[in-house]
Structure formats: structure tokens, C-alpha cells
């Protein structure tokens, strides 16, 4: 596990909607959480997952965080949980925020050697989240389950959504429906972001999406990550807060 070494300010700047010089500001902090990253290094040495299937850009995440000082997050697919620990320790120096973290846990099959698991998968014992230090626990709500069976009850209970992070295989049906299905939380200026691999476009679910909310995808730079800076809805053209 090696630490992010080349975090993109430019995106982040676009995203929060702040000069590139805050941006650049709120990275180096973020790279500067050493205790934490070697606590999920030694998680993850530990359980000899030396790899992991994440967002590749927990800075960013970071700096977004505490640039934009969200009330609510969602996190939709946890894994170990090393973007989770981000967003938590982001909150945490913000000392507001809560992470509602939607997850389906995946253990792999008792024949599989430890080799052949896949990085995303759960080892024996563990449970989603489990490279996430305890003292940052305090702002998570960790919800196991279906997306499609967790998201309508986080888009009833939550008053708002400031960012809102999906990192899991999607397709255009379903994701257009959770996407709209969180819209109405979302207001002008919260941002959300998906991952589509190292190297995929942005699916067309998500192009139609930001079109609605007068919004233009701005792709992380060498990533398949994609974020958006909410407009108002084009159905009134008007933005409630």
C-alpha cells in the first residue's frame, strides 16, 4: 500500500469551487495524516491485502471534505474502507459531519487462497470498514445492505447531502435511478463523484444527470474518476436552500 503521490488540485479547486492555491493547501495537509495512513498500511499488511480496490484519489476526497464542510456525506461501497478513514479524518479536523456509508459485504469463497481473493473482498473475521480506526467511528454510520434497499431510507431521513461518493459497479439504469433518487437532497454547489475504473468514460447515466443539474463532469486527472459541482435544477431553474 503506498501513499498517494500525485493529488490533483485543479480538480479539486473545481469541484469546491476555490482557487488552486486552496486546493494545493488542503492536499498537503491531507498528505500529512501520516499516522493514519500507516495505521490502514498496517491493516491491510496485516490481513496480507497489500493492495486494495478503492477510489485512487483519498487526498482528494480529503480536501473536498474540509473544503466544503458538508453536513452529510454518502459513500456508496466501503471495502477496507481506506476512503472512509479519509472522509472521516476530514470531518474530524472539521469537527462537524456525519458518513453514511452504504456497503454489501463480499467475503470470498473458503477454497480461495488468500492469494486469489480479490482486494475488495472481505478476510475471515472482518466486517465492511474494517481498516477504519475506531476514534474516527464516532461520525460513521455504516449501513449494510442492498443499495437499492438502503439509499430510498438515506434519502428520507437525511435533510441534505453535500457530497455524495459511489464507488461500485454500476450500469445506466439502475445508477440513473439512485442518482435521482439522492437529487432532491443535493443542493446547488454539493458535489458527487464516481468512479468508472483507472481508465473508463463517464457513463451515459451520469452525462444525463449532470445535464439536468446544469452541471459539466470534470474528469480526475489519469483516472476514470469523475466529479460533479451541482447547479440548479433545470425543472424550476431556480435553487432552494
Known sequence: MEIES?????????????????????LAEASAETRLFRHLAREHAAEGRPSYIEIDAPLELYALVRLLRPRHVVEVGVSSGVSSAYLLQAMARNGTGTLHSVDLPKHPPRTSPPSRNASWSLPPGRSS?????????RRWDLRLGDKTDVLPLLADELPSIGAFVYDVPHEDTATSAE??????RMRRGAVAIADHGPTGGLCSALRRWARDRRATPVRRSGLGLYGIRLGPRRASGRDSH
Do not use: I, N
Not at 129 to 137: D, H, K, Q, S, Y
Not at 179 to 184: I, P, Y
Open 129 to 137: 470498514g474494517w481498516a477504519v480506526p475506531f476514534p474516527l467511528r
Open 6 to 26: 500525485d493529488p490533483d488540485a485543479e480538480w479539486v479547486a473545481a469541484l469546491a469551487g476555490v482557487p488552486v492555491s486552496a486546493a494545493q493547501g488542503t
Open 179 to 184: 442518482f435521482r433518487l439522492l437529487d432532491r
